[in-house]
């Protein structure tokens, strides 16, 4: 069982900027692709962002494509995901998700096996 633990949420005013970081325990971790998805209140979750085992390659959804960056970093076994320019509509609750079969549909949900439990961001106007 792979346990996943998100960290880095917060307030912070538009125009700013937060850096969420997501852990998981096990070596494997470091060979799972992995994904960030966002639920805001009254809300579908959506797709955020999606990088490799390797962190070869990346992907991310309209909305935050050119003001967020997903990146992997192995020394420390955890997957960071740098937001800027955030706005009051990314205002939302933050998951990060594991997947061990490195599936080419990373923006559907079920393709992950593993979910953290969320952090709040919450962006003021």
């Known amino acids: 069982q792979v346990h996943v633990v998100e960290s880095g949420g917060g307030l912070v005013q538009a125009g700013g900027s937060l850096r969420l970081s997501c852990v998981a325990s096990?070596?494997?971790?470091?060979?799972?692709?992995t994904g960030w998805f966002r639920q805001a209140p009254g809300k579908e979750r959506e797709f955020v962002a999606h990088i490799s085992w390797s962190g070869a390659s990346t992907d991310y959804g309209d909305a935050v494509k050119g003001r967020f960056t997903i990146s992997r970093d192995f020394a420390e076994n955890t997957v960071h995901l740098q937001m800027n320019n955030l706005k009051p509509e990314d205002t939302a609750v933050y998951y990060c998700?594991?997947?061990?079969?490195?599936?080419?549909?990373?923006?559907?949900?079920?393709?992950?096996?593993?979910w953290g439990q969320g952090t709040q961001v919450t962006v003021s106007s």
């Open positions: 096990g070596d494997s971790f470091s060979r799972f692709s």
């Open positions: 998700a594991a997947d061990p079969w490195g599936s080419s549909a990373y923006r559907v949900e079920r393709s992950y096996d593993y």
